[in-house]
């Protein structure tokens, strides 16, 4: 009865917050009140897919829920990013019956890393997807490692690990392990045999400590990788990127599976290669997947184009506080042959919490803009001093830079007749204020 | 001048390497001619030749790692330290210096014993938080971020008076250590970057004479926000 009565209530509470455009973590945590131990009473279906990490999650989920409904399979997924136990809790029994039977085939969880411990005390994943563990937030999340540990333990025995293989942290969580399977990519084309990164996080063998090398790197601190101590080293992959072109726009899955990419950049072929991977492990045919991921545009709203005056740009929405997230922004940046001009906000850190901690700005490698793709450089928000004060830390020609604390005054700034495309970045936290000020197309 | 800047790829968790950019950037714009040599573990310098030397953070494991190479430098470190070389340790490299470290599990290593005070991590709860503290020998306060999951006991003269954010310990109001020119702090990133009245003060003891310091304008426009806006939250909280 006391089940009923929460999911009922859950389910009421639900109804009423979309009206109001309510979030979805408030039904769950008034159920976890309730019935503590709800999670458990409830009949989950065969396949519980969990995907977590520093990057990506919500564009996988999003990914894997498409090809999954396209083929004919019912998915509860937590659309709205709600990822830690409250958002997962009014996920599952709004996906149930007054009974406790939830009404899918798939469960599809996106979940945070540092609190899957206690959603996944109580539901067991078949399949738990790890895509990455960066610099994230580190103002609340402390570091990789500490993370790591977290995540650690929120592994269940009869999970399947689904691991990128290219992340060195993250394929270690097959140590002591049986059932698990990896992904990851060949040895690209745009690889670099050096890296390129201001800090180096795989300088080091997550299990002994002892230097480790490279054969390539695809970005950052990601690659093949391999201990000169311990023989800790990257695996052999199942599913595969075997080759990719960013200027075409393609990439191509073991060997036979060519996919057009509606974004050209290196996360997305991971976060397209994870749901594949996922994809597969259910059972949809490989050549089905990639026709469903062919030119696939995200609905996340983290990409968007827009129009100032009579120019046209697009807004690459990066995390403050995640180096890795804006080296990938500033790759596609600095990339662009036709030239551009490159618009920088922090205004508020985050929009969840208060810090003024701006020492991530020192882990983004800035120095990528020093390219003659990149034209002029505008840099704004309240915490545009401290950009300025990075810049100064690189080779970009100073006159090359303009600064405004007033996001508005470098939005007018960029609305002249220059032709160059623009190329936002900036956060969730505040991609809203600019977005106010130019024209979504 | 030379700059050791000790540990730099495994101690580098939070853009602690700009704190050596950044000295490296004063001394020479105050006409100095300076090199900077990268050492890992594993490797040696010898400290009598250095003019700074610098320690950033780094995760539990990688600081036991590294608390072991640094014991062959004991001796070396601590005559440079009673010589009076400038010496900052930033995040929880200063750990190291003190006389236990005891982990999560309840492991307990032995620090160099430079200092009394012992160090206990716990690995349920991240102790984090933008600071203000103050101290006597700098006129304005220090902004900064503290980033970590131990305490420290035992410190008799600490570094900083805490106005906002985390000590030493739960509830302390004191942070950080001092021995002659050596400052420990569990300040993270680039401490002199968002500090520039701490660079000018150590830029000054290395050089012997007031720095060049009229070229450090986004520095110090972002220290008063900074400041600004840690005092809004201090007095809203």
């Known amino acids: 009865m006391k089940k009923f009565f929460t999911i009922l209530i859950c389910k009421l509470l639900r109804f009423a917050g979309k009206l109001i455009g309510k979030g979805s973590s408030k039904p769950g945590q008034v159920a976890l009140k309730l019935c503590p131990d709800i999670l458990s009473r409830v009949q989950l279906p065969k396949y519980i897919i969990a995907v977590t990490g520093s990057n990506g999650k919500t564009s996988t989920v999003e990914m894997i829920a498409h090809i999954l409904t396209k083929n004919g399979k019912t998915v509860a997924w937590n659309r709205e990013g709600s990822n830690q136990i409250e958002g997962v809790t009014t996920l599952v029994l709004d996906s149930a019956t007054l009974g406790g039977r939830v009404k899918a085939d798939i469960l599809l969880i996106e979940s945070d890393e540092r609190f899957a411990r206690y959603t996944f005390r109580y539901i067991h994943p078949t399949h738990y997807v790890i895509t990455n563990l960066y610099r994230d937030q580190l103002t609340r999340n402390g570091h990789p490692e500490w993370v790591y540990d977290a995540l650690l333990d929120s592994i269940t025995d009869g999970t399947q690990l689904i691991l990128n293989a290219d992340d060195p942290l993250v394929s270690s969580f097959a140590q002591g392990r049986k059932d698990v399977v990896w992904f990851g990519a060949d040895k690209l084309s745009s690889d670099t045999e050096e890296l390129q990164s201001v800090y180096n996080d795989g300088a080091y063998c997550p299990i002994c400590k002892a230097p480790m090398t490279y054969t390539t790197h695809h970005y950052n601190h990601i690659g093949h990788y391999a201990c000169t101590k311990c023989g800790y080293k990257r695996q052999n992959t199942r599913y595969t990127i075997t080759s990719v072109d960013l200027d075409k726009g393609e990439m191509t899955i073991d060997g036979k599976h060519t996919i057009t990419l509606a974004l050209k950049s290196l996360y997305n072929i991971y976060n397209i290669l994870s749901a594949y991977t996922v994809a597969s492990i259910v059972g949809i045919d490989g050549a089905q997947i ?4 062919n030119n696939y545009v995200l609905k996340n709203g983290r990409v968007i184009t827009f129009e100032l005056g009579s120019r046209r740009g697009t807004l690459l929405t990066s995390k403050h506080e995640n180096s890795i997230s804006y080296d990938q922004s500033i790759r596609v940046a600095s990339a662009y042959k036709e030239g551009c001009d490159v618009l920088i906000i922090v205004d508020a850190v985050s929009r969840k919490y208060f810090t003024s901690d701006v020492s991530w700005l020192y882990d983004i490698d800035f120095e990528m803009l020093n390219s003659d793709n990149v034209r002029q450089i505008v840099l704004a928000g309240t915490y545009v001093n401290d950009l300025v004060t990075r810049f100064s830390y690189t080779d970009i020609p100073s006159e090359r830079i303009k600064s405004f604390e007033d ?16 190329y936002a970045i900036t956060c969730f936290s505040d991609k809203g204020k600019f977005l106010a000020k130019v024209r979504e197309v | 001048m030379k700059l050791l800047h000790l540990y730099h790829d495994i101690m580098n968790l939070y853009g602690d390497y700009a704190n050596v950019s950044a000295m490296r950037r004063i001394l020479e714009k105050s006409g100095a001619q300076v090199s900077v040599d990268r050492i890992s573990p594993g490797e040696n310098a010898d400290f009598a030749d250095y003019d700074f030397i610098y320690i950033g953070s780094g995760t539990e494991r990688n600081q036991r790692v590294v ?5 062959k430098y004991a001796d070396a470190l601590k005559s440079a330290v009673d010589s009076g ?4 340790m930033t995040g929880n490299s200063f750990e190291m210096l003190g006389k ?13 014993g430079f200092f009394d005070f012992t160090v206990t991590e716990q690995n349920k709860t991240r102790v984090t938080g933008d600071v203000i503290y103050t101290c006597d020998f700098l006129t304005q306060p220090l902004v900064g971020f503290v980033n970590k999951c131990s305490e420290i006991k035992g410190i008799s003269e600490p ?5 906002m954010g985390p000590g030493d310990f739960d509830g302390s109001r004191e942070e950080g250590v001092r021995m002659r020119e050596l400052f420990g702090t569990h300040l993270t990133g680039p401490v002199l970057i968002k500090n520039p009245h701490l660079l000018t003060y150590l830029a000054e003891k290395i050089l012997g004479k007031a720095p060049a310091d009229d070229w450090l304008v986004s520095e110090r426009a972002g ?3 900074t400041l600004r806006e840690l005092k ?3 007095e809203g909280a």
């Open chain 2, 232 to 234: 809004r939250r201090n």
């Open chain 2, 85 to 88: 070389t400038v010496v900052l």
């Open chain 2, 100 to 112: 236990t470290l005891t982990d999560a599990k309840g492991n307990t290593v032995n620090g160099l």
């Open chain 2, 223 to 225: 220290y008063q926000i």
């Open chain 2, 67 to 71: 608390l072991e190479d640094l014991r």
């Open chain 1, 290 to 293: 990639a026709a469903d991921m």
């Open chain 1, 407 to 422: 996001i508005g005054e470098a939005v007018d700034h960029l609305n002249s007749d220059r032709s160059e495309y623009i």
């Open chain 2, 159 to 163: 570094l900083f008076r805490v106005t």
